[in-house]
């Protein structure tokens, strides 16, 4: 338990905490003194929480100045003077709340009033003029990801990049252009992901043509998906969506005749360029590419692999897309005195036959430019073996867990 391994955390052995897949565990470390070198490797290769955590940190303070999160950055030097709107916001305390105000931005400003709302004796006297405007917009113009990393997505006539890439963990700004720097123009979509719906806001007009953006809907009737739909288009700042996707279907009855009229008719009216489903269950994934679903999205991964036997031998041309490649961090976790690295978890999909793309969610550049080693490398044979027999380790645990708790 992460909460016991934190608890246990003592000076002796704070330096091995370090090395805790858990940031819970690793955030406990930091009250206590850390040789410098290890606490550097840790925040490189780390989770934002973690980050934010250690960012005042002398030992990481230069690594956190130039960090792709502007709260790291804040907290690594609060300062006023930094160009990034973001990160003056994030840098308002107590302390410095009355000069926020005076701060042109309008986000550093509610952040200001949001801290001296706190305190209603120091608002007398204050100033609390509303800036008149935000800050300017700058557009983000790069050089078009390579196309030649690119797929045919099934019949859509959609081409994408053999990875996609999710802002599910809060993947900055900079993240995403250095992803389209490293060739990847798949991109995946929720109403939370701010930092996405920023860099989509952003992007120049010759530059968004170039990407396949995704999102979709949990919900069953056409009046709700057709707001999800008006949701996506008005966040992103979008005219046309790429791909909608049901998501999650566990029967048949989630795609009645007035849901696929509903969405053909996005198709016709030019609002979306393509919609598909995806579904944990094997059953209906058959039955959706059985009845003209294209493209089909599935969990895919080296300990669950009865989607390779059940599934993948019946895609006839459709576009097929994987996630939980990692299982949610458990495939790298170590047993037996080894461990994969992400981007072989992410090969090992990609390698699959009838696989177009799969989906990542890094939280950070430096996990980004390491996961995109797997649409360029090919996987090892012995790294494949032990993979899989990695996976069965996994999926026996896993097992065990689950009749354990039904047992109860």
Known sequence: S??????AVRLDNAAEALNDPSDRVRIAALAFPLPVVALRNAFADSSRRFRRAAAAHGGVRDLAAADDDPVVRARSMPTFQDEDHRVRAAAVT?????QALADPCALVWFSAAKVLRRDPARLLGVRMARPESAPPVDRISLTP??????????STGLAVS????????????????AGVREGINFLFWEPAYREQSAFMRRLAPSLRDELVVAAGTFEASPKAMAADLERALSQMGL????????????SEGRLRDDVRAYLDGEVARGRIRAWGVSTHQRRLARWALATGVDPLMVRLNAAHRGSEREVLPHVEGQGVVGFSNLLYGRLLE?????????????????????VTATWMAPSNEAQLRHNVR????????EVRHRLLAHGDRVYERETRFRRCVRAL
């Open 334 to 354: 170590g047993q037996d005195g080894w461990k994969p690295e992400a981007w072989h978890c992410y090969r090992y999909v990609l390698e699959l036959p009838n």
């Open 145 to 154: 990801p390579d196309p030649t990393l690119r797929r045919p997505l099934g």
């Open 162 to 177: 053999p990875l996609g890439l999710s802002g599910h963990y809060g993947l900055s700004v900079r993240g995403f252009e």
């Open 2 to 7: 992460p909460a016991v391994r934190a608890a």
């Open 374 to 381: 797997a649409m360029r490398e090919p996987l090892p044979e």
């Open 94 to 98: 107590t302390t410095n709340a009355e």
């Open 239 to 250: 005219e046309v969506l790429d791909l909608f996707w049901v998501f999650w279907i566990r």
